[in-house]
């Protein structure tokens, strides 16, 4: 019984890691809480849903579309809604992402409706593994494998390119890597792309999972991925990823004891006691005013 | 090489530079000197492209550069070692190095770099591996310089670079200056410790809550009645 809802658990975090990741990324290089992020992960989904039902394609390859989809709108929320606030107060910014988050999912209500829509049942087939006493299924494993595959591709391009090299440069001190040569607003633009693609993967895998996408989806997952990625500790890769993880498994584990109705407050909960004894989350760097 | 012409900088609705000028020929160790809150770490921000000219012009190497991103005043050859060192404190020794060469494309070079940024500080090469937070405020300074030359510059904009160190480094580090720019990096220097500064330049400026007031050589303002008193102690 545990070792099942660990594994339920897992997969359910590692949707939420995803999420978190931009969340956290964003907001180490410019100090923002992007509220938009939750609906860019409903986008994601919406968008691969277009790929399968109306171009009939492949599930993978239209995952694939939908983060490239997410990826371009990342960066041109961010060049259009972020950028020209870049000078102004932080709250400027913040009331500028929560005016794009209202914007896409009205959007996203207007064209598809409010009703939630399903993937086909034959998207992706689903068999159950037994392991022990538990069992995992082919879409569980599927879960867990792509988040762990995008998440190493991302440990990859953040430690061993030269732009991840950059990102890095430039969220410990933003002025400095301007002076080394770095073309920061470039290094934002990239930061957005990675970000917005791994919550498109993200809500394309929970629409399959739930078997279930609608206009809304991007509001409680976004604030719940933003809890993770505060637990974490914002502001660090490995720490949202534990983060997402963690709450995911936090979660089911109080739903299997019976708490099924507090499902969503247990995200919360966290949140604020992270906030109340432990501000800097699980992973988080201490942070250092400058003088 | 550097031409700075009639340069005003605003901070809101202050007034940090006043249509100030300056020249730095090539060769030269220039100094920038002037009391806490002059505009000297303002001057050479400006100059960066970290701050926002409210008027004149910045011309280096018969190019304008003024109000060109920071990023491209560091690729023509400006490499600005900043106030309190600001290393990368959470990569290691060789990450930021490899960050001071941004710029550069070149696999040989930036090898060629790292013998040379080594061979003036042995330290770094023995912290190689360590994250820059750990390092002692000294070896932060020569990190901070050697990230510097890492982008091979030909005007090295310095500010402060004694700022908070032992009297014993700080002199090490000055004959590092000195060295550097005899090995054919043009130095722009900033620095609050007055005799230091003369000690090393060519020729000084004397910045005065955002104006110029003196400009000469060195050894000629060192010996100015006025500057001894204002900035030497006497």
């Given at each position: 019984m545990f070792w099942q809802q660990l594994i339920n658990g897992?997969?359910?975090?590692?949707?939420?890691?995803?999420?978190?990741?931009?969340?956290?990324?964003?907001?180490?290089?410019?100090?923002?809480?992007?509220?938009?992020?939750g609906e860019i992960y409903m986008v994601g989904a919406f968008a691969a849903l277009v790929f399968v039902m109306i171009f009939k394609m492949n599930i993978f390859l239209a995952m694939v579309l939908a983060m490239a989809v997410c990826l371009l709108m990342g960066v041109v929320i961010e060049f259009i809604a972020y950028r020209p606030l870049r000078r102004s107060s932080r709250l400027s910014a913040l009331i500028s992402a929560i005016g794009v988050s209202t914007f896409l999912s009205t959007l996203v209500l207007l064209i598809f409706g409010a009703d939630a829509k399903g993937f086909p049942d034959h998207v992706f087939p689903v068999v159950q593994i037994h392991i022990g006493s538990a069992e995992i299924s082919s879409l569980q494993l599927l879960i867990i494998g792509i988040s762990a595959l995008l998440m190493?591709?991302?440990?990859?391009?953040?430690?061993?390119?030269?732009?991840?090299?950059?990102?890095?440069?430039?969220?410990?001190?933003?002025?400095?890597?301007?002076?080394?040569?770095?073309?920061?607003?470039?290094?934002?633009?990239?930061?957005?792309?990675?970000?917005?693609?791994?919550?498109?993967?993200?809500?394309?895998?929970?629409?399959?999972?739930?078997?279930?996408?609608?206009?809304?989806?991007?509001?409680?997952?976004?604030?719940?991925?933003?809890?993770?990625?505060?637990?974490?500790?914002?502001?660090?890769?490995?720490?949202?990823?534990?983060?997402?993880?963690?709450?995911?498994?936090?979660?089911?584990?109080?739903?299997?004891?019976g708490y099924s109705s507090y499902r969503d407050a247990i995200a919360f909960a966290i949140l604020v006691g992270v906030l109340m004894f432990k501000p800097t989350g699980l992973l988080g760097q201490k942070i250092q005013k400058k003088v | 090489m550097l031409t700075v012409e009639h340069l005003t900088v605003n901070y809101g609705a202050i007034r940090a530079l006043n249509g100030i000028s300056l020249d730095v020929r090539e060769g030269e160790i220039v100094a920038l000197i002037g009391s806490n809150g002059a505009g000297k770490t303002t001057t050479l921000n400006a100059i960066s492209g970290v701050l926002p000219i409210a008027a004149g012009t910045i011309r280096f190497m018969e190019r304008d550069i003024t109000n060109l991103p920071p990023h491209q005043i560091t690729a023509s050859g400006i490499v600005h070692v900043p106030e309190g060192r600001r290393v990368f404190p959470r990569m290691t020794v060789m990450e930021n190095?490899?960050?001071?060469?941004?710029?550069?494309?070149?696999?040989?070079?930036?090898?060629?770099?790292?013998k040379e940024v080594f061979q003036w500080f042995p330290r770094l090469e023995e912290r190689k591996r360590q994250l820059a937070a750990t390092l002692s405020g000294g070896e932060q300074q020569m990190l901070a310089m050697g990230r510097a030359l890492m982008a091979r510059p030909k005007l090295m904009l310095m500010d402060e670079p004694s700022m908070g160190l032992a009297p014993m480094l700080v002199d090490e580090i000055f004959k590092i200056i000195r060295a550097i720019n005899a090995a054919g990096t043009t130095i722009l220097l900033v620095e609050q410790n007055a005799h230091l500064?003369?000690?090393?330049?060519?020729?000084?400026?004397?910045l005065e809550t955002g104006e110029m007031v003196l400009s000469g050589p060195a050894a000629e303002l060192a010996n100015n009645p006025e500057v001894r008193k204002a900035y030497l102690g006497e």
């Open positions: 897992i997969a359910l975090g590692s949707t939420y890691a995803l999420i978190a990741l931009g969340y956290t990324m964003v907001y180490g290089i410019i100090q923002l809480i992007n509220f938009a992020h190493l591709s991302l440990e990859f391009i953040v430690h061993h390119t030269k732009i991840g090299k950059a990102m890095r440069a430039t969220s410990q001190d933003y002025t400095t890597a301007a002076l080394m040569g770095v073309n920061v607003n470039l290094v934002i633009s990239f930061t957005f792309a990675l970000g917005s693609a791994l919550a498109a993967a993200g809500g394309v895998l929970v629409g399959i999972y739930f078997n279930a996408v609608s206009f809304n989806m991007g509001l409680m997952a976004g604030l719940k991925a933003f809890a993770a990625a505060v637990l974490g500790g914002i502001g660090s890769i490995p720490g949202a990823m534990l983060g997402g993880v963690l709450l995911g498994v936090v979660e089911v584990l109080g739903v299997a004891a | 190095l490899e960050m001071g060469a941004y710029t550069c494309k070149d696999k040989e070079a930036i090898r060629k770099g790292f500064a003369l000690s090393i330049a060519h020729r000084a400026f004397v």
